[in-house]
């Protein structure tokens, strides 16, 4: 199985702060990266998908970077409402699997 | 408008068996795959496994192959997850979510369904 790993874990962060998750493969996945956003208590949803298409309706402040085994989500400027869990999903192969999370919280 | 819409929360014991169920609406069902993700209480996602209604191709993910049953009703547009012998292990959280493309991400997600089970 592929594994994906999250950088940091959790961060804490101000509105208004430029922030960036990284997420890193244990083997080249090429394009095939999405990132999610999950708040406490709803499905999660989808933000990008091959690496750095924006999801329709995803505000522009979210950005995704990256090829092969090391990608980044970017929020340029952090908003009230972008404090949530994200998470990053390989396609490359079968079974798909996400990373651990990424807790982003106000500082 | 594009919906998934999941059954009511179970509570199960050990031992038991259980069928939920993901209805969707508002795009043809028949056409595009529908995955089941996994999330234990306070713990990440997983992926279970995803279904193409159109003909019941179905990838399993090596964890749960075996321990579940994925299936779909293409005539009412019902995507399904079954458990032959419920374990407590399996308290969580269960999400069904439609895929962009057989291998793209999930772009619309139900609003899970809470299976806990307990003696």
């Known amino acids: 199985d592929i594994q994906l790993t999250q950088s940091p874990s959790f961060l804490s962060a101000s509105v208004g702060d430029r922030v960036t998750i990284t997420c890193r493969a244990s083997?080249?996945?090429?394009?095939?990266l999405a990132w999610y956003q999950q708040k406490p208590g709803k499905a999660p949803k989808l933000l990008i998908y091959a690496v750095s298409t924006l999801q329709s309706g995803v505000p522009s402040r979210f950005s995704g970077s990256g090829f092969g085994t090391e990608f980044t989500l970017t929020i340029s400027s952090l908003q009230p409402e972008d404090f949530a869990t994200y998470y990053c999903q390989q396609l490359n192969s079968y079974p798909w699997t996400f990373g651990q999370g990424t807790k982003v919280e106000i500082k | 408008e594009v919906q998934l819409v999941q059954s009511g929360a179970e509570v199960k014991k050990p031992g038991e068996s259980l069928k939920i169920s993901c209805k969707g609406s508002?795009?043809?069902?028949?056409?595009?795959?529908v995955g089941w993700v996994r999330q234990m209480p306070g713990k990440g996602l997983e992926w279970m496994g995803s279904?193409?209604?159109?003909?019941?191709?179905?990838r399993y993910s090596p964890s749960f192959q075996g321990q579940v049953t994925i299936s779909a009703d293409k005539s009412i547009s019902t995507a399904y997850l079954q458990w032959s012998s419920l374990k407590a292990s399996d308290t969580a959280m269960y999400y069904c979510?439609?895929?962009?493309?057989?291998?793209?991400?999930?772009?619309?997600w139900g609003q899970g369904t809470l299976v806990t089970v307990s003696s």
């Open positions: 979510a439609r895929q962009i493309r057989r291998d793209g991400p999930n772009d619309y």
């Open positions: 083997q080249a996945i090429s394009s095939y």
């Open positions: 279904i193409y209604p159109g003909d019941s191709d179905t």
């Open positions: 508002g795009y043809s069902f028949t056409s595009q795959w």
